[in-house]
DNA sequence: TCTATCTTGGAATGGTCGTTCCAAGATAGG
DNA sequence: CCTATCTTGGAACGACCATTCCAAGATAGA
C-alpha cells in the first residue's frame, strides 16, 4: 500500500562519503549534502536519521566498500613482501592522483576529527560509534599486514629476528602517517621512498648472487 | 596617552592553543574562546583578528612552543638511538597520560581538519597559511630524526646498508601514527611495543657478547 | 478506482555561528 | 585634572546550523 523509495540509499550513501571524506563531519553541513545528493531534507532525515547518524553510516560504508576489499586483497595476496608493496603502491597513488587526491583516508580524518575519548564516557558518548568503526578499522588493517608478513616469513622474505606483529603494527602505523601526510600535499614520490625503505628494513638480504 | 591591554596575550594564546588542541578548529567556536579566556569578543578581534587568524596563530604557538623545544632537544641529543628512543616514549606518554592525554599532536590534527589543497588555489586559499605551518613542522621534525640519526652513524648504532634520510621519513610517518592513533585510544603500551620494533630494525645487533 | 500509507518538497523553527558596533571604562602624557 | 586614545563589556546582526513539520504527491493492494 505505502508508497516506495524515489532514490537509492546506497547511492546516496556513496554521494555522502566522498563529502565527509573531503570535508570533515564538521565543516559539512546538513545543506551541502541535500546539495550533492539531490534529495531533500525529509528523506534524509526519514532514512538515515540526523547528521551524526548520517556521518556514521557513510564511516561503515567507506570502511567496508572502500577499505575493506583493498585489505582483503592484501590479506589473502600470497606473495609476501611484494603484495605489501603493491598495497602502500595502490595507496599512494589514491592519495595523491585521481579523483580523491589529498583527500587523505576517511578514517585516518576520523581520527583527528573525532572528541577526544575521555574517561567516564560511557558507551553514550556521541562519538562511541565512530571509535568503534575506528577500532575495527585498525584491527582490519593490522590483520591484513600481519597475514601479508606471515606469508613474507613463509616464504623466506623476512631477515631473520624480524618479528611478524610488531611490523605489522610498524607498517598499520607507517599507514597512517602516509594518509595524513598525502592530505598536506607531500610528494607521492618522497611517499613511495619512504615506504620502500620500511619495506627494505625488514626484507631478508639478497642471497648474495651477485655482487658488483 | 592611550589605554594599554589588560590581559597578556601570550597567556591567552597558550589557552587557546589547548582549546583548538582539544576540539579542533572546526568545532570550537568563538564562544567557547571566550569563555575559556575570559576575554570580551573586542579584546579577542582586536589583537587577533578573526578566528581563523586566531587559529594559525594558535598553531604557530603550539609549534614553536610545544613542538620545537623537543624537537630541538632530540637534534641536538647526541646518543643516537636512545635519543630517539627517549623522544618516543616521552611522546607516547605525553599523548596517553597526563593533561593532554588523548589529544593528539595539534600539527597531526590539523592535517586532517585542513582544507585539502587543490590545485589553482594561490596562496590565498583560506588554509594556505595552515597548511605552511604544517610543512614547516614537517621539515623541523625530519631533521630532528635525521640529526639523531646521524649521531647513531657516528656511534656505529646502525646496522649496515640503513640510510639516514630515509630512515628519519620513516621514523617521522611513524611519529605522525601514533599521534594519531593516541587519540582514538590506542594504548600506550601497545604503541611503545611498536616504535621499540621500528627502532630495533634500524640497530646493529649487538656485537654478540653473550649468547644464550 | 479508491484509499491507507509512505515519501517528498520546502517552509518554518529555534539555536548558534562569526563578526561588528558602540557606549562606558581605563590609561598616560599634557 | 584633563583629554585624546585605546581597550573593554556586551548587545546586536545577519547568516547559517540541524531539525521538525505539514501539505501535496506517489504508490500498491483492495
Same mark, same amino acid.
Given at each position: 500500500?505505502?508508497?516506495?523509495?524515489? /532514490?537509492?540509499p546506497?547511492?546516496?550513501?556513496?554521494?555522502v562519503?566522498?563529502? /565527509?571524506?573531503?570535508? $570533515? #563531519?564538521? &565543516? @559539512?553541513?546538513?545543506?551541502?549534502?541535500?546539495?550533492?545528493?539531490?534529495?531533500?531534507?525529509?528523506?534524509?532525515y526519514? @532514512?538515515f536519521?540526523?547528521k551524526? *547518524?548520517l556521518?556514521?553510516?557513510?564511516?561503515?560504508?567507506? =570502511? *567496508?566498500?572502500?577499505? +575493506?576489499?583493498?585489505?582483503?586483497?592484501?590479506?589473502?595476496?600470497?606473495?609476501?613482501? !611484494?603484495?605489501i608493496?603493491? /598495497? /602502500?603502491?595502490?595507496?599512494?597513488?589514491?592519495?595523491?592522483? $585521481?579523483?580523491y587526491?589529498?583527500?587523505?583516508?576517511?578514517? &585516518?580524518n576520523?581520527?583527528?576529527?573525532?572528541?577526544?575519548?575521555?574517561?567516564?564516557?560511557?558507551? $553514550? +558518548?556521541?562519538? #562511541?560509534?565512530?571509535?568503534? =568503526?575506528?577500532?575495527?578499522?585498525?584491527t582490519?588493517?593490522?590483520?591484513?599486514?600481519t597475514?601479508?608478513?606471515?606469508?613474507?616469513? &613463509?616464504?623466506?622474505?623476512?631477515? %631473520?629476528?624480524?618479528d611478524v606483529? @610488531?611490523s605489522?603494527?610498524v607498517?598499520a602505523?607507517? #599507514?597512517y602517517? =602516509?594518509?595524513l601526510?598525502?592530505? #598536506?600535499?607531500a610528494?607521492?614520490?618522497?611517499l613511495?621512498?619512504?615506504?620502500?625503505?620500511?619495506?627494505? %628494513?625488514?626484507?631478508? !638480504?639478497?642471497p648474495?648472487?651477485?655482487? %658488483?
Open positions: 500500500m505505502p508508497d516506495v523509495k524515489h /532514490f537509492d546506497d547511492q546516496a550513501l556513496d554521494q562519503v566522498e563529502l /565527509f571524506w573531503r570535508r $570533515g #563531519a564538521a &565543516s @559539512t553541513g546538513v545543506g551541502d549534502v541535500v546539495a550533492a545528493t539531490g534529495l531533500s531534507r525529509s528523506s534524509l526519514a @532514512t536519521g540526523g551524526q *547518524e556521518y556514521v553510516a557513510a564511516l561503515r560504508c567507506y =570502511v *567496508e566498500r572502500r577499505s +575493506g576489499p583493498v585489505l582483503d586483497a592484501l590479506a589473502t595476496d600470497g606473495r609476501g613482501i !611484494p603484495a608493496a603493491a /598495497f /602502500f603502491d595502490q595507496l599512494i597513488q589514491a592519495r595523491c592522483e $585521481g579523483p587526491a589529498r583527500w587523505g583516508c576517511m578514517v &585516518s576520523a581520527h583527528a576529527g573525532t572528541a577526544p575519548p575521555v574517561a567516564a564516557d560511557g558507551p $553514550g +558518548g556521541e562519538d #562511541a560509534q565512530v571509535r568503534q =568503526v575506528l577500532e575495527q578499522h585498525h582490519a588493517l593490522r590483520g591484513a599486514m597475514a601479508a608478513l606471515q606469508a613474507a616469513r &613463509s616464504r623466506s622474505q623476512l631477515r %631473520s629476528g624480524v606483529d @610488531t605489522a603494527d607498517l602505523l607507517l #599507514a602517517g =602516509v594518509n601526510r598525502s592530505r #598536506a600535499g610528494p607521492a614520490a618522497d613511495r621512498t619512504t615506504v620502500t625503505a620500511a619495506l627494505d %628494513s625488514l626484507r631478508a !638480504p639478497d648474495l648472487v651477485k655482487e %658488483s
